[in-house]
């Protein structure tokens, strides 16, 4: 049994990429907050029903090397995504267009997503052991 071929795990394990990419624009975007002319960006939304569509399908990309048939091979996250401009606010008077403020809505908001994804990972793998009967 391969567990990323697993759709539930599959489609977590898309979450939590996309996730950690928005995760990485929003940080892009504190970090230019006062770099003149800098317009906020985000990623587009997932779409759920492409996702579902995908689940286990062979929609697997190359990653790192996995060693071990138990390793979950990770997805490369710089291009997975489609991003896009994302003004917070009207732009100041040096063209810039974050608002820190809600920069950090969008940071809460993604950490928050990405606990739930993994607490439900570990529930799942926690299920699996049981139904396999090594508990621990």
Avoid: C
Wanted: hydrophobic share 40%.
């Amino acid at each position: 049994m391969n567990l990323p071929e697993i759709p539930l795990l599959s489609m977590l394990k898309s979450r939590m990429s996309w996730l950690e990419a928005r995760q990485d624009v929003l940080s892009q975007n504190v970090a230019n907050a006062d770099t003149p002319g800098y317009v906020a960006h985000d990623l587009k939304p997932m779409d759920f029903e492409s996702l579902l569509k995908n689940a286990g399908a062979g929609s697997f990309q190359p990653g790192l090397a996995v060693t071990d048939a138990r390793h979950i091979a990770i997805t490369p996250s710089s291009s997975a995504f489609a991003s896009g401009e994302s003004p917070d606010v009207e732009a100041s008077p040096t063209g810039n267009s974050v608002s820190l403020e809600q920069e950090m809505i969008k940071v809460s908001d993604t950490q928050g997503q990405f606990a739930a994804a993994t607490n439900l990972y570990s529930k799942t793998m926690q299920l699996m052991r049981t139904a396999l009967g090594k508990s621990s």
